[in-house]
T-cell receptor, first 115, second 114 residues
Framework: DQQVKQNSPSLSVQEGRISILNCDYT??????FLWYKKYPAEGPTFLIS?????DKNEDGRFTVFLNKSAKHLSLHIVPSQPGDSAVYFC??????????????FGQGTRLTINP | DVKVTQSSRYLVKRTGEKVFLECVQD?????MFWYRQDPGLGLRLIYF?????MKEKGDIPEGYSVSREKKERFSLILESASTNQTSMYLC????WGQGKQPQHFGDGTRLSIL
């Protein structure tokens, strides 16, 4: 049962335009969401996160939106640059009182920025 | 800068062998994780540890075990390797805490079981 879903395996966007990557989740207990970016032959790197008490978080060209009622989050990249070409994973977790925070990942979306 | 180092980038083993994947982090993180990444499935958590000698099962622990004898080192063990364990294996670490600490990943070990 895939609790976090990225339904678009790939996305192609023109350089300078907006890239929108989408993610849906089913577990209403998730309270923290993250986006990771992965280049080939490298490990994923943390990009941006959002807590369930917010509906928007912005960091430079990257903005994450959270719609809790729809159980949906999205990552907006504006403007898109060639270096943004990578695989993007969304992830979600449930708050734990102690111990490590388990992340549940989506399948990933391959973003290609065309010059 | 956090450094998570996985001992091998590529590894080829035979069915039935006992396989060890090693991971070391240099930032004194309490938490360490092992994932596998497969096409169309994303990253799936195998095991994790929040302290020395402490471990918890993730979502797909069958066929695997782990060892954490020192804080900086977390080993993944395939007790008897099978072809369906051919995959990319990723190690990660993070700070403990109720706060939202992102996980930092190594570059992965691509394991092939023949």
């Amino acid at each position: 049962d895939q609790q976090v879903k990225q339904n678009s395996p790939s996305l192609s966007v023109q350089e300078g335009r907006i890239s929108i990557l989408n993610c849906d989740y089913t577990n209403s207990m998730f309270d923290y969401f993250l986006w990771y970016k992965k280049y080939p032959a490298e490990g994923p790197t943390f990009l941006i996160s959002i807590s369930s008490i917010k509906d928007k978080n912005e960091d430079g060209r990257f903005t994450v939106f959270l719609n809790k009622s729809a159980k949906h989050l999205s990552l907006h990249i504006v403007p898109s640059q060639p270096g943004d070409s990578a695989v993007y994973f969304c992830a979600a977790s449930v708050h734990r009182i102690q111990g490590a925070q388990k992340l549940v990942f989506g399948q990933g979306t391959r973003l290609t920025i065309n010059p | 800068d956090v450094k998570v180092t996985q001992s091998s980038r590529y590894l080829v083993k035979r069915t039935g062998e006992k396989v060890f994947l090693e991971c070391v982090q240099d930032m004194d993180h309490e938490n360490m994780f092992w994932y596998r990444q497969d096409p169309g499935l994303g990253l799936r958590l195998i095991y994790f540890s929040y302290d020395v000698k402490m471990k918890e099962k993730g979502d797909i622990p069958e066929g695997y075990s782990v060892s954490r004898e020192k804080k900086e080192r977390f080993s993944l063990i395939l007790e008897s390797a099978s072809t369906n364990q051919t995959s990319m294996y990723l190690c990660a670490s993070s700070l403990w805490g109720q706060g939202k600490q992102p996980q930092h990943f190594g570059d992965g070990t691509r394991l092939s079981i023949l």
